[in-house]
């Protein structure tokens, strides 16, 4: 829609905008927000389809409703971020939506949408405030609402941070309620036996001084130990497990400040400006002894330093940094370059191997050029066979997906759960405001509600990793694959960069065989929405590599799952 020719339209001949012929869409929202909500969501898209049908000179193009989500920003709206493209395509010459505070709770971001949407030929009204950015005094009375909006988030917010300093003040355990060695249940650590076990025995490899966190990832999932996704515990969260003072049954609080609201930009604070104080054993009873905790601690302070000065083996344009791990002892790959007749001789080694001693790894350095023609003969493997492929990997997927009935329903029942519960809180915040309820009543119960809304939370995003994708979305995500491989068949091993292997390859593991021989998994991305720990080896047939010594590399290539 031409907006100046439009305005000037509605002025010269005295019409209003429902004498014009239009493409309207309609957006809503039900969020955590407070607001004087009188219908349901349900009665809301109901009642802007009838709307927009009865006016014989509109078309509906689509409705966009983002349910359960915040309005501070819009960033992780998925409906409103669709709204945008098919706007920015074309398709829509008006947006209805119910008040400025459904649309942006943010100045800034209330203008900057309006002015994008304006230059694309979209129009929004605010039907409840009587705004239409179709007339030409609607940016000043819009950034007058969206003033007084953005006010109430920030009054809301900083009631919500007085309640989460009290709780600190008061002992109750905040954050992630998937803790290990733990059960959290209202605001206070339970022990978790099988847990506590694992927590122990890192504890007590690892202060040995002979275990690394990669070699203790791959003792631990061969021990059976799993995370919250069923896939391995990653070494980092080893490490993370090893510093954290709660262990050795220390309270620990206060650890990230907001700082901008709107932005939601967090500032980690030091460590001597946390809450943190030898517990009873009432809200977080210990795990390892503080011996134990200082011991593992100090060994892990001096490997940390140890790494950083090895500046080489991170270097990010490097191809292949953090996609080659080695499956003997989990470590990831360190690049090694030497000067052979005044040219870089680039080799890949176990990072393991490197730090504890060729005898630690049965792992042998492989040269950057071999790994290069590995991939390019994969890429050219898939742009032949492609069709055979795709049916292969979606007849090995439908297997996989079986596991998982019943997961949408699932997921279905706890957002509707996640949003009787929100409902609830924000009914008492209106008590409070209104006076029916004092302030220490008002954080008493918003504390149970805010603790149960957060573990119902994680239990939908454990559920929601597990949804698998469709089969359309699954053969769209294999073409691209088969796209790629397409475009960088005729690519030539030295022109291979890193942008190709991120575009295609998820990782690449090394599995030592014998002194003469290695396998080569390289796994390709799918971009599916749950647990890529499995892989089907779907992708061709496997091929052998002979180096000038002898050793054999013998690949395989598979998608991860």
């Known amino acids: 829609m031409d907006i100046y020719a439009t305005r000037e339209e509605l002025k010269s001949r005295q019409k209003n ?11 809503a929202r039900v969020s ?110 819009l950034s007058i609402m969206s003033g007084i909006a953005q006010e109430e988030s920030r009054k809301l917010s900083s009631r919500v941070r007085f309640g989460h300093a009290r ?36 504890f007590e490899k690892y202060a040995l001084g002979n275990w690394s966190t990669h070699s203790l990832e791959q003792f631990l999932w061969e021990c059976g130990y799993r995370n919250y996704k069923g896939g391995r515990i990653d070494s980092h969260v080893i490490a993370n497990i090893i510093r954290n003072p709660k262990y050795k049954g220390y309270y620990v609080g206060g650890k990230v400040k907001i700082v901008d609201l709107f932005t939601k930009k967090q500032k980690f604070l030091p460590e001597d400006e946390w809450v943190m104080y030898k517990d009873d054993g009432t809200h977080v009873p210990a795990i390892v002894d503080e011996k134990l905790w200082e011991d593992a601690n100090r060994i892990l302070e001096e490997r940390s330093k140890n790494i950083k000065l ?60 071999i790994l ?8 050219n493997n898939l742009a032949q066979s492609n069709k055979s492929i795709l049916h292969k990997y979606l007849e090995l997927y439908e297997k996989e997906i079986n596991k998982t009935e019943g997961t949408e329903e699932k997921i279905d029942n706890i957002q509707h759960e996640i949003i009787v519960l929100e409902q609830k809180r924000d009914k008492l915040l209106d008590y409070n405001m209104g006076g029916y309820i004092s302030d220490a009543e008002f954080l008493s119960r918003n504390k149970v509600f805010t603790q149960q809304i957060a573990e119902t939370k994680a239990n939908l995003e454990q559920l929601k990793s597990m949804k698998p994708l469709s089969k359309t979305e699954l053969t769209d995500q294999m073409d691209r694959i088969l796209d790629y491989a397409k475009e960088y068949s005729c690519v030539k091993p030295k022109d291979i960069t890193r942008a190709m292997i991120e575009n295609t390859i998820n990782n690449i593991e090394i599995t030592p ?9 390289i796994v390709f991305k799918s971009g599916s929405l749950h647990s890529s720990e499995s892989v089907i080896p779907a992708l061709g047939q496997e091929k052998t590599y002979t180096t ?9 290539s598979g998608i991860s799952m």
Not at 60 to 70: A, P, W
Not at 120 to 127: H, N, Q
Request: charged letters at 30%; proline letters at 1%; hydrophobic letters at 35%.
């Open 17 to 27: 905008i429902f004498d014009l012929k239009l493409n309207v869409a309609y957006y």
């Open 513 to 521: 065989v014998n002194e003469k021989k290695a396998e080569v998994m």
């Open 372 to 379: 290069l023609e590995m991939i390019s003969d994969v890429y």
């Open 167 to 202: 709780s600190i003040q008061n002992g109750v355990v905040l954050g992630n309620s998937h803790i290990y060695g733990w059960d959290k249940r209202n605001g206070k650590l339970f022990l978790n036996p099988e847990e506590a076990k694992m927590v122990q025995l890192i």
């Open 32 to 141: 955590t927000d407070k607001e004087e909500q009188k219908t349901s969501i349900e009665h809301q898209w109901t009642f802007f389809e009838q709307l927009i049908s009865d006016v014989k000179n509109w078309t509906l193009v689509d409705g966009y409703i983002d349910e359960g989500i915040s309005g501070i920003t819009v960033t992780h709206r998925e409906e409103f971020q669709r709204m945008l493209q098919d706007a920015k395509a074309g398709k829509i010459d008006l947006i209805i939506t119910k008040e400025i505070t459904r649309f942006a709770r943010n100045v800034l971001d209330s203008i900057r949408y309006t002015r994008e949407l304006l230059d694309c030929g979209t129009a929004v009204w605010f039907r409840n405030d009587n705004i239409n950015t179709l007339d030409e005094d609607s940016e000043l009375r």
């Open 310 to 369: 090895k500046k080489t083996s991170y270097k990010q344009d490097n191809l292949f940094t953090g996609l080659i791990h080695c499956a003997e002892d989990g470590a990831a790959y360190w690049l090694k370059v030497r000067n052979v007749r005044g040219k870089a001789a680039k080799t890949w080694v176990c990072s393991h191997r490197i730090k504890q001693g060729a005898v630690s790894c049965r792992s042998k350095p492989v040269k950057e050029e």
């Open 548 to 556: 000038e010594t002898g050793y054999e590399y013998v690949v395989h």
